[in-house]
């Protein structure tokens, strides 16, 4: 069984930042890509920013030169580091993390979520 647990989530206001952490355990071989979403309310869910195993990060033009998406191998934790937040960027973020298991079973895990309100 493998866990993903978001902290760091909270309220700030217009222009703060937040740091968002991604802390995975459990039986786990290896962790290949990881990234974070958001859903805000009426929203569909969007794809935040990724990074690969190596460190290759990509992200979604509404948070490019505000966020880093960063990872530690050995702590099996990703963060996100957010600046200049804005409203806009209201919603509940969750990590996901594909995993290959113990038992060499790959599959995508998915914490439960983090709320960030930004507050104008």
């Known amino acids: 069984q493998v866990q993903l647990v978001e902290s760091g989530g909270g309220l700030v206001q217009t222009g703060g930042s937040l740091r968002l952490s991604c802390a995975a355990s459990g039986s786990i071989s290896n962790i290949y890509t990881m990234a974070w979403y958001r859903q805000a309310p009426g929203k569909e869910r969007e794809l935040v920013a990724s990074?690969?195993?190596?460190?290759?990060?990509s992200y979604a033009d509404s948070v490019k030169g505000r966020f880093t998406i960063s990872r530690d191998n050995a702590k099996k934790t990703m963060y996100l580091q957010m600046n200049s937040l804005k409203p806009e960027d209201t919603a509940v973020y969750s990590c996901?993390?594909?995993?290959?298991?113990?038992?060499?079973?790959?599959?995508?895990?998915w914490g439960q979520g983090t709320q960030v309100t930004v507050s104008s």
């Open positions: 996901t993390a594909n995993v290959l298991t113990r038992v060499l079973v790959r599959r995508d895990y």
């Open positions: 990074i690969t195993s190596t460190g290759d990060t």
